[in-house]
């Protein structure tokens, strides 16, 4: 493996997690995992209407056949997004690190976002790591022989746009601003102070980003 970002301490694991948690950095390309400042850049930013142009357009792809039926499949998609926002945020992206390898996952993964929590082009995930993941789902719903994967992802994408875009604005704005938009200021302004905890109070507490809820955290 090879040495690729010289910014990143030695892999020491008490020490590498709190740095992660602790710096801030303007932007993640300052600190990537990615040799060449090109792949650095063109890999780790992800200006917001890049995936705000390209998943909608993977939705219609997949459900342009609409039927009656499909439209539960896309509502249980949807909902089931809740549990896999806090269970991937909570166990996938903070994973423990316990040495070189899971360090490198972790930072690749989610630590980069906590070390320039300010990047506004880095809130989004970029296209080809959600990319992988809802592949991932997708082969998983698959091997399950669930009846329409196709539409259990286009809901579990339809919600990932809303979270991804809460996550934004969350990121983008105080909470003071974010509690002015109409109807859904106030609960919003409740997910921002939450997240931010996460971020800036308790990185280790605290997963549930775009929802608050009385028993996940
Ligand atoms: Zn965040
Ligand atoms: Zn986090
Ligand atoms: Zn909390």
């Not at 910014?7 to 997690?17: A, E, G, L, Q, R």
């Not at 600190?31 to 219609?60: A, C, D, E, G, Q």
């Not at 105080?174 to 905890?197: D, V």
């Not at 996460?198 to 980003?209: A, E, G, L, Q």
Request: glycine share 2%; proline share 7%; hydrophobic share 45%.
């Amino acid at each position: 493996m090879s040495t690729s970002c010289p910014k990143i301490p030695t892999p020491h694991v008490d020490s590498i997690t709190e740095w992660i948690y602790s710096s801030k950095t303007e932007h993640v390309n300052e600190v990537r995992l990615y040799k060449t400042k090109f792949w650095n850049i063109l890999l780790t930013k992800s200006p917001p209407f890049l995936p705000l142009l390209f998943w909608p357009l993977i939705i219609y792809y997949l459900i342009i056949s609409l039927t009656f039926i499909r439209f539960y499949w896309i509502l249980i998609g949807f909902i089931l997004w809740f549990p896999i926002e806090y269970l991937f945020h909570r166990f996938l992206f903070h994973l423990p690190v316990i040495g070189y390898h899971s360090q490198k996952f972790h930072f690749f993964l989610h630590g980069i976002h906590h070390v320039a929590p300010n990047d506004l082009w880095h809130v989004f995930s970029p296209i080809h790591e959600l990319g992988i993941q809802a592949l991932i789902v997708w082969i998983i719903f698959k091997i399950f022989q669930l009846p329409d994967p196709n539409a259990l992802i286009s809901g579990l994408l339809i919600n990932y746009i809303r979270y991804d875009s809460i996550h934004y604005l969350i990121h983008a704005y105080s909470p003071a601003k974010i509690s002015k938009l109409p109807l859904i200021g106030n609960y919003l302004r409740k997910c921002s102070i939450h997240h931010r905890q996460h971020h800036f109070s308790n990185p280790r507490k605290h997963f549930t980003i775009s929802f608050i809820s009385s028993f996940l955290d």
